[in-house]
């Protein structure tokens, strides 16, 4: 088997029907199976699955579990050569994964890859990054729209890759499309469990660095990612969770003193662009809500524990 997968859907009926249908032709060429892990959905995912797609080998999670519990349960099963954990807003075009699949094993030191991912007006959006250091906030402190820093600094903890850029190694890539290498996944594991969503490929590319492997930015092909649809489904979640992962990472690869730091920096930063943003000129109805987004990731830098209820637990 060549290539190994697996999805993790919650209540993306809609999405998920097209990024199935997208793959036959993406991997045409290579032997391949799909898991597809639902974390108890209610919009008639399930059944969708089973009618319209009997390949496809369904997995029900009993529950929310998250994306990386749900994903570690898929990759016990899969058996390719290469392990796909993709996104179900995600649509490949023909010959996408087959020429990922290629790259990767074109690399011998290879941990992951992953694709230039662009949004529905195909423009490339976040690809990949680099690991949390304190000074990407404070950078963003100080030119909060990028207006007189240049070089590097102008680096901040993601990527957004310029069209004509060539393939690079780069810190992580994005878990939305993020194929491994069996070798890779044996020397490294399974994603770590204390990271319910975000920055689990994050960390799981800081122990692939820390065995030696690269981790591997692909230009060859693309792949187009509507971003967050099922998180949009409950923004504050999302918002808390992203900051409780964050902290979570901080303290296992940096030290619990190193969270202090940060949650001042972005503090500084986004409460600066909050004011900015109520300020600017402009869509006033869209200033405002990015204004009210940021203070609200500012006001969480004043919690010291945040518990976000998680929809659908079991």
């Known amino acids: ?63 929310n579990l998250g994306f990386t519990r749900a994903n570690n349960l898929a990759l016990e099963r899969a058996v390719g050569d290469g392990l796909l954990l993709l996104n179900p807003d995600t649509v490949c075009p023909p010959a996408s994964l087959a020429r990922l699949y290629r790259f990767m094993n ?8 992953g694709p230039r991912l662009v949004d529905r007006d195909t423009r490339p959006t976040i690809s990949g990054g680099y690991f949390p250091r304190a000074r990407f906030h404070w950078l963003g402190f100080l030119d ?13 903890v993601v990527f957004i890759p310029d069209r004509h850029e060539a393939s690079r190694t780069v810190e992580y890539v994005m878990g939305a499309c993020f194929l491994m290498p069996r070798r890779a996944y044996g020397m ?5 469990e204390s990271f319910f ?18 981790i591997w930015y692909c230009a060859e092909t693309e792949i187009t990612h509507l971003e967050g649809k099922s998180s949009e489904k409950a923004s504050r979640f999302s918002l808390e969770q992203f900051q409780k992962s964050y ?53 969480l830098q004043l919690k010291g524990r945040i518990d976000p209820a998680v929809p659908g637990a079991p």
């Open 247 to 299: 902290r979570i990472f901080l303290t296992k690869h940096y030290g619990t003193r190193s969270v202090w730091g940060f949650r001042l920096a972005q503090f500084c930063e986004y409460g600066l662009k909050s004011l900015l943003r109520r300020l600017a000129p402009g869509d006033k109805a869209a200033n405002r809500a990015l204004a009210e987004t940021y203070a609200f990731r500012a006001k």
């Open 106 to 113: 074109g690399k011998e030191n290879i941990g992951a890859v």
């Open 1 to 63: 088997m060549d290539l190994s997968i697996i999805i993790v859907n919650w209540n993306t009926r809609d999405d998920l029907r097209n990024c199935l249908a997208s793959l036959p032709a993406a991997t045409r060429g290579l032997e391949t199976e799909v898991l597809v892990v639902d974390n108890d959905s209610g919009d008639g995912s399930l059944d969708m699955l089973r009618r319209e797609f009997p390949d496809v080998t369904a997995i029900e999670a009993g529950g």
């Open 144 to 156: 909060p729209r990028r207006l007189w820093l240049r070089g590097s600094l102008t680096r901040r």
């Open 188 to 192: 490294v594991g399974p994603l770590d």
């Open 197 to 214: 969503m975000y920055f689990e490929e994050t960390d799981w590319c800081y122990r692939a660095h820390e065995k030696g492997l690269d």
